[in-house]
């Protein structure tokens, strides 16, 4: 099992920034993704970006330009940083690990982006 505790969400105007972490603990593999996605209400839960223990990324278009992911695999810690942030950025940011054939889902962090 692994346990996922993410942080750092909030309400931000547009255009701030933001930066969310997330931990993970418990039967964790060297070699494995984390990353986060985001569920706005009424839609589909999407991609944000996902980074490997390799350094391999993967970013959504949507926000490409405007996030950068990286992570601390001595502290299983991944983490975004998130700006230029629009209200359609507003979601729920959830992180995941994925790791031999398993993933693990946090409980979400809420990301609200208003003037």
């Known amino acids: 099992q692994v346990q996922l505790v993410e942080s750092g969400g909030g309400l931000v105007q547009p255009g701030g920034s933001l930066r969310l972490s997330c931990a993970a603990s418990?039967?964790?593999?060297?070699?494995?993704?984390m990353g986060w996605y985001r569920q706005a209400p009424g839609k589909q839960r999407e991609l944000v970006a996902a980074?490997?223990?390799?350094?391999?990324?993967n970013y959504a278009d949507s926000m490409k330009g405007r996030i950068t992911i990286s992570r601390d695999n001595a502290k299983n810690t991944v983490y975004l940083q998130m700006n230029s942030l629009k209200l359609e950025d507003t979601a729920v940011y959830i992180c995941?690990?994925?790791?031999?054939?398993?993933?693990?889902w946090g409980q979400g962090t809420q990301v609200t982006v208003s003037s």
């Open positions: 980074m490997a223990s390799s350094g391999t990324t």
């Open positions: 418990g039967s964790i593999f060297s070699r494995n993704t």
């Open positions: 995941m690990y994925v790791a031999r054939g398993y993933d693990y």
